[in-house]
Structure formats: C-alpha cells, structure tokens
Nanobody, 120 residues
Framework: QVQLVESGGGLVQAGGSLRLSCAAS????????MGWYRQAPGKQRELVAT???????NYADSVKGRFTISSDNAKNTVYLQMNSLNPEHPAVYSC??????????????WGPGTQVPVSS
C-alpha cells in the first residue's frame, strides 16, 4: 500500500505564507509525478500545481506567481510554498501522487487533506 500524509497547514494572517509538505510512504516502486489539489467550500476540487519526477511543473493560473511547488525525490516528498494567502478563502489542500507500488499497482493516490488556513 502507498500512503500520503500532508502536513504544514495552520493559521495564517492576511497576506501571510505557509509551506505544505506531503510525504509518500509504503511499498513504493516509483513515482511519476506528485501534485496539490484544493477544494473550497461549495466548490469542486481543482488542480493547484503538479511536478514530475524530472522537475517539470504546472500551475493553475490562479496561483501562478504566489505558489511554488518543489519536490525531493529521494524522500518521496512534495512541497507547496504558498504566499499572499487570504484567510477569508479557506480550502482543503490534498496531495496526489501518480505512483506504482512494489506489487505492480499503478494509481493516483491521495492524502487525507489539510485545512488552509485552519479555523480561528
């Protein structure tokens, strides 16, 4: 089984920054790409950013210039640096990985999600 766990969500002031991390663990054979998605209240889940194992990135237009995705392949970890956040527009951010397990299963795996920002 491949598991993803997000961390780094929390409180933030208007215009503040947060850095999310997502670590993949379990019986991993390879990871093709990883990414971040988010879902705001009353809206559908949307793509935020993705990064391939070779470092190619893709961003939603709404976050270009404010968010930066990066990864550490050796640690099977993806990061999302988020700047200029608006606490009035919270969302649940979820980590995704296109991964193949050691047993040959190839799926898009999902983490449980983390609230950004948390309620206060």
């Amino acid at each position: 089984q491949v598991q993803l766990v997000e961390s780094g969500g929390g409180l933030v002031q208007a215009g503040g920054s947060l850095r999310l991390s997502c670590a993949a663990s379990g019986s991993i054979y390879s990871i093709n790409d990883m990414g971040w998605y988010r879902q705001a209240p009353g809206k559908q889940r949307e793509l935020v950013a993705t990064i391939t194992s070779t470092g190619s990135t893709n961003y939603a237009d709404s976050v270009k210039g404010r968010f930066t995705i990066s990864s550490d392949n050796a640690k099977n970890t993806v990061y999302l640096q988020m700047n200029s956040l608006n606490p009035e527009h919270p969302a649940v951010y979820s980590c995704n990985a296109d991964a193949r397990s050691s047993y040959g299963d190839d799926y898009y795996y999902w983490g449980p999600g983390t609230q950004v920002p948390v309620s206060s």
